[in-house]
């Protein structure tokens, strides 16, 4: 079978993406529905179907009704890209491949013991989705406990958080580099009136010592130039009894990730910030990697939480 170059392109568009993949390696091994491939692969329900029907436009993935349920497999006629996809597969061999068959194998044994889905997920449900289950409804629960006091949002980007803990706080006051962001929250936040924005840049904020009880640092370290002057300008914000909390990507060596958002460095040590944190006075109550990524590749989380003595 010949192909133009436009036909080329997108079948190899089609390949190039790590979910496809995985979905196509399961479907070459059993049979599965849209619910059981999200259970296993832990992508979101609407992704899996999205890629499913690329894959099946393209011929290589079919599929047939069971019940109210559309089980899915690798097809198995000649489809225009299935040439291309055999010598591709012969090749790959993947830590993830792995982990994506064992969990099959469960799953596939959980639909024959007639397991209720939780119990087919028991011991890693934090991996599955199921509706309305997710980490920001939890969230949300957890805030409920929050007694915050004068909170500042360093490099609060356009609010979730401000938006997630204002109800708890007595003030908050977001921070961030970006006019465009900032815009963005004020609009995300108006009516709030215990909540104010300002222009700043996290390596000089414009505020007298001790002004605040919680600091948050959330995901803004990977734009910083100079992350130990951010940290220190954070901690400079803390009053006697104050919190920091810090949420930063480890460090990593996926550069070519990192210039795609942006970021300006490749992530702080768990141990290094650690270090900057209590050279700032604070004392350090956890400093660690508290998760990691589900895809490839596979970037770890550090949360650190430390407080202002009196
Ligand atoms: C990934 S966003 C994080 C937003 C928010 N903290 C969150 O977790 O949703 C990073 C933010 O850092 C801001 N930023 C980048 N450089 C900055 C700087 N030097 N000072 C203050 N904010 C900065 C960006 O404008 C962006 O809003």
């Not at 491939?37 to 099946?56: C, D, F, P, Y």
């Not at 291309?84 to 099959?104: K, N, P, V």
């Not at 803004?220 to 130990?228: I, T, V």
């Amino acid at each position: 079978m010949k192909f133009s170059i436009a036909q080329s392109t997108e079948l190899c568009r089609l390949l190039s993406d790590p979910s496809r993949l995985r979905l196509l390696l399961l479907l070459e091994a059993q049979e599965l529905s849209v619910a059981e491939l999200t259970e296993i692969t832990g992508l979101a329900q609407s992704r899996v179907s999205t890629h499913l029907a690329r894959l099946k436009r393209a011929g290589l993935v079919q599929h047939r009704r069971s019940g109210t349920a559309a089980m899915y497999a690798a097809a198995s006629g000649a489809g225009r890209g299935q040439e291309l996809w055999t010598l591709l597969r012969e090749q790959l061999d993947d830590a993830q491949i792995r982990l994506d068959q064992e969990r099959a194998a469960e799953v596939v044994r959980a639909r024959k013991r007639g397991l209720s889905w939780a119990e087919s997920v028991a011991g890693r449900m934090e991996l599955y989705y199921s509706p309305g289950r997710g980490w920001e409804a939890t969230a949300h629960a957890l805030i409920g406990l929050l007694d915050l006091g004068e909170v500042l949002d360093i490099a609060c980007g356009d609010g979730v958080l401000v938006e997630l803990i204002a109800e708890r706080a007595r003030s908050v006051v977001g921070v961030d580099l970006s006019a465009k962001l900032l815009a963005a929250a004020r609009k995300r936040l108006r009516g709030a009136a215990n909540v104010a924005f300002c222009q700043a840049d996290m390596h000089a904020l414009p505020f007298a010592d001790g002004g605040f009880d919680q600091v948050f640092l959330m995901h803004a370290l990977s734009y910083a130039r100079d992350p130990k002057t951010a940290v220190a300008e954070a901690a400079r914000q803390l009053r006697r009894g104050g919190r920091l909390v810090v949420a930063a990507l480890n460090a990593h060596r996926h550069r070519a990730a990192m210039e795609a958002y942006d970021h300006v460095n490749l992530g702080v040590a768990p141990d290094t910030l650690g270090k900057w944190l209590k050279a700032c006075g604070l004392r350090l109550v956890q400093c660690r990697v508290t998760s990691r990524e589900r895809r490839p590749p596979y970037f770890e989380v550090i949360t650190a939480l430390a407080v202002r003595e009196g």
